[in-house]
């Protein structure tokens, strides 16, 4: 049996909204629209914050609300979801990051059924390489054994930070990499993730005015594709390369 557990990293000292996964819309924090929204995907969640003081609050908020916690290293991100992922003796990994409020826990469970089908431990599958999905809908799924080998051989500073770029560079070389795309089109000039203040306050107008913690992923890009004045708030902002340290 595949124990597949997904692993969201977190942390306070983002650069360019700090603290923003305590951030509140509607009547919960950020962070807890994200945990509640993964739980339809029906598999364990494990919040991976950093061990840094700066993050003890988050520590202290997530463990009184019941969530499973994971403190680990602050920059090597990389290692913390290893040691995440192996005390918790996980065989699968689903990779999220906690600034996306909206991610659609029925996508994920549909990501990992398509995954689990497979029955293969050498592939990388996710939503965000090849993008049609909006940001902040985004899923990797991967096996702990490429963790581990990513964990034992990345030596470059960003693939330690990133988590992710080994195994997908190691996998588009061994000809494993499935990529998922929305069936409907091209989403990926949509943001509903949230690294800056107007990010927030897109996400701030979906939750608290149009509902959107109740609707699926298909109804969200549906209601921006209705409302370009939505979309415009938060157009402008530039995505960095990579993830940070979140």
Do not use: W
Not at 65 to 87: I, M
Not at 169 to 183: A, H, K, S, W
Not at 202 to 210: C, G, H, S
């Amino acid at each position: 049996m595949q124990q597949v557990l997904i692993i969201s990293q977190a942390r306070l000292g983002s650069s360019r909204l700090p603290r923003k996964v305590l951030l509140r819309a509607g009547a919960e924090t950020l962070i807890m629209h994200h945990v509640r929204r993964l739980r339809s995907a029906g598999y364990p969640i494990c919040i991976a914050t950093t061990s840094s003081p700066l993050d003890q609050g988050l520590y202290e908020y997530l463990e009184r609300l019941g969530c499973d916690v994971f403190r680990g290293d602050e920059e090597d991100v990389l290692a913390r979801f290893y040691h995440c992922a192996r005390d918790r003796q996980a065989s699968v990994i689903v990779r999220v990051t906690s600034d996306c409020p909206l991610i659609d826990g029925d996508l994920v469970r549909r990501g990992i059924e398509q995954y689990l089908n497979e029955s293969r431990s050498d592939i990388y599958l996710s939503n965000v390489r090849l993008r049609t999905f909006p940001r902040g809908l985004d899923f990797e799924i991967f096996s702990f054994e490429l963790l581990k080998e990513a964990f034992l051989q990345a030596q470059d500073p960003v693939e330690r930070e990133h988590v992710t770029p080994y195994i997908r560079r190691v996998c588009e070389e061994r000809g494993n990499l499935i990529d998922l795309f929305y069936q409907n089109g091209d989403a990926s000039n949509l943001r509903i993730t949230v690294d800056t203040e107007p990010d927030f306050k897109l996400i701030q107008e979906l939750i608290e005015d149009f509902g959107c913690i109740k609707k699926s992923a298909e109804e969200i890009i549906n209601l921006l594709t209705a409302h370009p004045e939505l979309v415009a708030i938060n157009s402008h902002i530039e995505q960095k390369k990579e993830l940070g340290t979140t």
